[in-house]
C-alpha cells in the first residue's frame, strides 16, 4: 500500500511540474508577442497619430483662413 501511495505522489508532483513548464513556456511566448506588438504599434502607430494630426492642422489652418477671408471680403462691402 505504500508503494502504491508513493507512485501515485510521484506521478502527482510529474504532473504539477509539467504543468508549471507550460505555464512559463506559454508566459514567455506571450512576452515576446507583447514586446513585438509594442515595437511595431509604437513606430507605426505614432507616424500615423502624427500625420492624422498635422492633416487636422492643415485643414483647420485652411479653415481658419477661409473664414478670416470672408469676413473681411463681406465687410468692406
Known sequence: MLMFIEK????????ISEKGQGMVEY????????????VVL?????DS????????DSKIDAATDSIST?????SGN
Do not use: D, W
Not at 8 to 15: D, P, T, V, Y
Not at 49 to 56: C, E, L, V
Not at 70 to 74: D, L, M, Q, S
Open 49 to 56: 497619430i502624427s500625420n492624422a494630426f498635422t492633416k487636422a
Open 70 to 74: 470672408n469676413k473681411t471680403g463681406n
Open 8 to 15: 501515485i505522489s510521484a506521478k502527482i508532483r510529474e504532473m
Open 27 to 38: 508566459a514567455l511566448i506571450i512576452a515576446v508577442v507583447a514586446v513585438i506588438a509594442a
Open 42 to 46: 509604437n513606430t507605426s502607430l505614432s
